[in-house]
């Protein structure tokens, strides 16, 4: 399953790469992290907690940058995650490029390929990209905000 979604954050494009580049930024910007670690420079581990229609997911993994190229304004990275108490778990591979839209505002576009294993996988795809695309708002929403302060 492929989603690709576009936003706005506020803020000048090298900002928001040198921001981005944080992982830690990034994490406290995610709605449903809760526990965060780097293991070494490209790789790290932790817990997203996320509801998809009824179901509660508590997703523990690991996140792997394959990609930081200034130059292209692109990154990448991987991650793998399961849920224990379902069984079941994700597969994702994510890229992100940067474009300037305005001198204060960048436009970022995500490419998401997930592969849902398990029971997380007998979740309908409506139900699953709409909870893509409000989760990307609610996370382009929060790195603008960290970005005004």
Known sequence: MTFTQTCTITARRDVVWDFLLQAENVARCLPGVEAFKQLDEDNYEGTLRVKVGPISLA???TLHVEARDREQWHGAMRADAKDRRLGGGVRAHLSMDLREKAP??????VTLEAHLLGKIGEFGQPVIRKKAEAMLQ???AQVSQQLLN
């Not at 204060?104 to 576009?109: G, N, R, Y």
């Open 138 to 140: 609610e996370f382009a």
């Open 59 to 61: 997703l523990q993994g």
């Open 104 to 109: 204060v505002e960048t436009e970022m576009c």
